[in-house]
């Protein structure tokens, strides 16, 4: 089971983003992904393997962590990372996601 | 540029049956397994299928094992869901996702929404 906090985070443009996702048991070969999700549209792969940013994410996102507990940092909120976050582990069958963060406009 | 289009939802009575498809371009769609991952309205995301690139080793959740089939056709770059037994727990926006290189899912369609209700 993956748990992430807060629910939601109000920060203004230009703060910085700190969440957190915990889970019930070591993920395997740190194999943990977070996703940026806005409503009607599909979900963006921002980290993979914990610290790994995907093809064309910028680098004021990071990932960081491992066994049981990590964290993506939003280094300066731009006016488009307004959104909700979710984390996921691929290690071990089946993938489970977290509930999500909401990032919103404070 | 990878694009993957969901297609195939709409309202289906329970009990019923409803076919979604995943159109794939921009990449060798044979080359890359892929999966269905649902979310309810107010709920979180679940993984429902996977399947091998090529369509030889097939995988599903639990709350669907029995009642839904994942497949592909390679020739035509297009993963399907048939979905049959339908409840109303089964109401969802269904999106396909892309499983790359790195084992993580990392290209997803936008979704569709399939709402099973009399």
């Known amino acids: 089971v993956l748990t992430q906090s807060p629910g939601t985070l109000s920060l203004s443009p230009g703060e910085r983003a700190t969440l957190s996702c915990r889970a019930s048991?070591?993920?395997?070969?740190?194999?943990l992904a977070w996703y940026q999700h806005k409503p009607g549209q599909a979900l963006r792969l921002l980290i993979y393997?914990?610290?790994s940013r995907a093809t064309g994410i910028p680098d004021r996102f990071s990932g960081s962590g491992s066994g049981t507990d990590f964290t993506l940092t939003i280094s300066r909120l731009e006016p488009e990372d307004f959104a909700v976050y979710y984390c996921?582990?691929?290690?071990?069958?089946?993938?489970?996601f977290g509930p999500g963060t909401k990032v919103d406009i404070k | 540029e990878v694009q993957l289009l969901d297609s195939g939802g709409g309202m289906v009575q329970p009990g019923g049956s409803l076919r979604l498809s995943c159109a794939a371009s921009?990449?060798?769609?044979?080359?890359?397994?892929m999966s269905w991952v649902r979310q309810a309205p107010g709920k979180g995301l679940e993984w429902v299928s996977a399947?091998?690139?090529?369509?030889?080793?097939?995988y599903y959740a639990d709350s669907v094992k029995g009642r839904f089939t994942i497949s592909r056709d390679n020739s035509k770059n297009t993963l399907y869901l048939q979905m049959n037994s339908l409840s109303a727990e089964d109401t969802a926006v269904y999106h396909c996702?892309?499983?790359?290189?790195?084992?993580?899912?990392?290209?997803w369609g936008q979704g569709i929404l399939v709402t099973v209700s009399s």
């Open positions: 996702a892309r499983r790359g290189n790195s084992f993580v899912l990392d290209y």
């Open positions: 921009g990449f060798t769609f044979s080359s890359y397994g």
């Open positions: 399947i091998s690139g090529t369509g030889g080793s097939t």
């Open positions: 048991q070591r993920v395997s070969s740190n194999y």
């Open positions: 393997g914990a610290s």
């Open positions: 996921q582990q691929y290690g071990s069958s089946p993938l489970t």
